[in-house]
């Protein structure tokens, strides 16, 4: 899920079918994980967050699970959509142990979803 | 509709040009920030806000200014901007501390040259 350089990973999907992102995170001590989606054009938009003392965690058609033994988050769109298409990224925080509420970005993956 | 606003949208200017980028949201938040967003780099902050007149700085402060007077509005000052500052950025805010959701506005796209 981490992009290197100028360039995005990125996910080429039909529509109609499942689709995983995913994102390695940095901090074992990271309390909080949060998913967002960004379309073009238009400022990061809040998908679903969970918490490290759980590993899964549903809503609307997407799913996010945490495996914290090898940092690792990914998130799974059900049935995806055109309307799916955008970069998605990860967000953690590392510091929520220490009362910090900053929040470490991931570059984000590219989601395209075919018709 | 709850939104987070940002003016201008887009806007070229030259070394050393002071310029304002405002934010307004309007949903009572007492959290707000700014984030820079650069290819390869991931949204980066810059400023952030508690409440009124309560504000620090974030990851990448130096160049930038903010004040927040009042509790919708948190603008951001370039008193001298330069041409590293040539980015995209996004104004956010959140009900309070201790929360993590956050709205974002859609972006200025700045350019400095």
């Known amino acids: 899920g981490e992009s290197v350089g100028l360039h995005l990973p990125t996910l080429s999907v039909q529509e109609g079918d499942n689709s995983i992102i995913n994102c390695a995170y940095s901090?074992?001590?990271?309390?909080?994980f949060i998913w967002y989606k960004q379309e073009s054009g238009k400022g990061p938009q809040f998908i679903i967050d969970?918490?490290?003392?759980?590993d899964k965690r549903q809503g609307q058609r997407v799913t996010v699970l945490l495996n914290k033994t090898v940092k690792h988050l990914s998130l799974q769109i059900a049935a995806t959509q055109p309307g799916d298409s955008a970069v998605y990224f990860c967000a953690e925080n590392p510091g929520a142990q220490g009362g910090s509420e900053k929040l470490v970005f991931g570059k984000g993956t590219k989601l395209t979803v075919n018709p | 509709e709850a939104q987070v606003t940002q003016n201008p949208r887009y806007l070229i200017t030259v070394t050393g040009k002071k310029l304002t980028v405002t934010c307004s949201q309007n949903m009572n938040h007492e959290y707000m920030s700014w984030y820079r967003q650069d290819p390869g780099l991931g949204l980066r902050q810059i400023y952030y806000s508690m409440n009124v007149e309560a504000t620090d700085k974030g990851d990448v402060p130096e160049g930038y200014k903010v004040s927040r007077k009042e509790k919708r509005n948190f603008p951001l000052i370039l008193e001298s901007p330069s041409p590293n500052q040539t980015s995209l950025y996004f104004c956010?805010?959140?009900?309070?501390?201790?929360?993590?959701?956050?709205?974002f506005g859609p972006g200025t796209r700045l350019t400095v040259t």
């Open positions: 901090n074992s001590a990271s309390d909080y």
């Open positions: 956010a805010s959140k009900i309070s501390q201790g929360t993590y959701e956050q709205y």
């Open positions: 969970i918490r490290s003392n759980m």
